[in-house]
């Protein structure tokens, strides 16, 4: 049952692609308690994805951006906080690919392009979100950067690939700036 936790609180939530998505039901849940946040996605997820109706749903406006790049990203972040009108509560990094799995290449066959593509979308993309925050000066004192992990950070899984050292360096770069974040805006 809502409860108005959310309310005046404003965001950006990646990764929601179809109602499949972890992020999709963020995006309902925190809807439901009020907050009002804008939504993003790869450019090429828009026209795979069915966002436009979430958008709708929650009142949302979108921004499409490539989360590897740190132009798309900053254009993400000024626009949201025009949309917006302010700086910004909460941020979702809900994103993750890997070309390896997609393939079903096993762990001793990895292709290394591949293998750099997942870091770049799955573990680097949250540094460069967190640095352009720091950059445009864009969140709230006491507000809340959250990305996705997966046990496999932690222990080996082969079956996940590539996708256990990004989780692993997901972990370590959320450890890292949340530090930096923390002393400098207390955010975390
Ligand atoms: N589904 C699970 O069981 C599970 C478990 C643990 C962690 N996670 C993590 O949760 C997150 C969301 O996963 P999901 O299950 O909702 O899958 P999903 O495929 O619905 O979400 C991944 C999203 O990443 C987006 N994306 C890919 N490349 C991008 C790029 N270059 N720029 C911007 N966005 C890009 C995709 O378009 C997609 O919307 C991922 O980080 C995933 O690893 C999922």
Same mark, same amino acid.
């Given at each position: 049952?809502? @409860?108005?936790?959310?309310?005046?609180?404003?965001?950006?939530?990646?990764?929601?692609?179809?109602?499949?998505?972890?992020?999709?039901?963020?995006?309902?849940? +925190?809807?439901?308690?009020?907050?009002?946040?804008?939504?993003? @996605?790869?450019?090429?997820?828009?026209?795979?994805?069915?966002?436009?109706?979430?958008?709708?749903?929650? @009142?949302?406006? =979108?921004?499409?951006? $490539? +989360?590897?790049?740190?132009?798309?990203?900053?254009?993400?972040?000024?626009?949201?906080?025009?949309?917006? #009108? #302010?700086? =910004? $509560?909460?941020? *979702?990094?809900? =994103?993750?690919?890997? +070309?390896?799995? &997609? /393939?079903?290449?096993?762990?001793?066959?990895? $292709?290394?392009?591949?293998?750099?593509? !997942?870091? $770049?979308?799955?573990?680097?993309?949250?540094?460069?979100?967190? +640095?352009?925050?720091?950059?445009?000066? %864009?969140? @709230?004192?006491?507000?809340?950067?959250?990305?996705?992990?997966?046990?496999?950070?932690? &222990?080996?899984?082969?079956?996940?690939?590539?996708? !256990?050292? %990004? /989780?692993?360096? *997901?972990?370590? =770069?959320?450890?890292?700036?949340?530090?930096?974040?923390? /002393?400098?805006? &207390?955010?975390?």
């Amino acid at each position: 049952m809502p @409860n108005n936790l959310l309310a005046g609180k404003v965001g950006i939530i990646s990764g929601a692609l179809n109602e499949h998505s972890i992020a999709w039901k963020v995006a309902q849940r +925190a809807h439901a308690e009020g907050a009002r946040f804008v939504l993003t @996605n790869a450019p090429l997820a828009m026209r795979m994805g069915e966002i436009n109706k979430l958008s709708e749903e929650c @009142n949302a406006p =979108i921004i499409p951006a $490539d +989360a590897t790049s740190t132009e798309e990203l900053g254009a993400l972040f000024s626009g949201a906080q025009e949309q917006l #009108g #302010g700086k =910004i $509560d909460f941020v *979702l990094h809900s =994103i993750g690919m890997s +070309a390896n799995i &997609r /393939k079903k290449k096993h762990y001793g066959e990895l $292709d290394y392009k591949f293998f750099q593509q !997942t870091i $770049d979308v799955s573990a680097m993309s949250f540094h460069k979100m967190m +640095a352009v925050a720091e950059k445009q000066d %864009a969140m @709230n004192e006491w507000g809340s950067i959250v990305a996705l992990s997966y046990i496999a950070a932690q &222990r080996a899984f082969l079956d996940y690939t590539d996708m !256990t050292q %990004a /989780k692993a360096m *997901l972990e370590s =770069i959320a450890r890292s700036y949340g530090q930096r974040f923390g /002393k400098l805006k &207390r955010c975390a």
